[in-house]
Nanobody, 122 residues
């Protein structure tokens, strides 16, 4: 079973950049597909991007495509989310989650981090 810990959140202004990290332990990290989600107050949690086990394939939600970039370093058991051109509407708690390739097609993620807050002011 893998444990996930997010870091890198904080305060920023519109137009700023932030990089989030998702560090994994307790499992074979390279066997998991990793997704980044966010949940803003009063809104449903949304999937932003998923990255496959090797890091060679990614899938982005339209609202972050071109602004957010996901990458992973399996040697460090870490996935990163580089966020640029931040907007106030990006304010949310950001989560990473892990699943297997067979379950990601149904957006079923089994292991979750505790989340990290990102707040963007105008």
């Amino acid at each position: 079973q893998v444990q996930l810990v997010e870091s890198g959140g904080g305060l920023g202004q519109a137009g700023d950049s932030l990089r989030l990290s998702c560090a994994a332990s307790g499992g074979t990290f390279s066997t998991y597909v990793i997704g980044w989600f966010r949940q803003a107050p009063g809104k449903n949690r949304e999937l932003l991007v998923a990255i496959n086990r090797s890091g060679g394939s990614t899938s982005y939600a339209d609202r972050v495509k071109g602004r957010f970039t996901v990458s992973r370093d399996n040697a460090k058991n870490t996935v990163y989310l580089q966020m640029t051109s931040l907007k106030p509407e990006d304010t949310a708690v950001y989560y990473c989650a892990a699943t297997t390739p067979s379950r990601v097609v149904r957006r079923q993620f089994d292991y979750w981090g505790q989340g990290t807050q990102v707040t963007v002011s105008s």
